[in-house]
């Protein structure tokens, strides 16, 4: 399963302090690909929060992540929402086994 690998770069992107709250995984098929939905709840939370999400954002559906035997076909933000805790994104990703 290569969703702990993809929330520990979620983090790592994100930069500290950042927390995963929520992460759900399910198998994906198509008719050539086999696969995970991925849904994961993330929040920045400190003092330069605006800034780190602007970072978060930029490039995340271009950037590469590390998935050994799979890769990220996609992955967008679905939602943000800036509350007084800081901000917290839901995210959809899919991962696909590279054979």
């Known amino acids: 399963d290569p969703l702990p690998r993809l929330l520990a770069q979620l983090v790592e992107r994100a930069g500290p302090p950042a927390t995963i ?3 759900v995984s399910r198998p994906w098929s198509s008719a050539l690909f086999e696969g995970r939905r991925h849904i994961i709840a993330l929040r ?3 003092t330069d929060v605006a ?3 602007a970072r978060f954002i930029e490039g995340l559906e271009s ?3 590390l998935l050994p035997g799979h ?3 996609d992955i967008c933000i679905d939602e ?3 509350d007084a805790d ?3 994104f839901e ?3 899919l991962t696909i086994m590279d054979w």
């Open 63 to 65: 950037a590469e992540w």
């Open 91 to 93: 995210l959809s990703a």
């Open 44 to 46: 920045l939370t400190g």
């Open 71 to 73: 890769f990220v076909a």
């Open 21 to 23: 709250e929520r992460a």
């Open 86 to 88: 800081g901000v917290l």
């Open 51 to 53: 800034a780190r999400r």
């Open 80 to 82: 943000d929402h800036m």
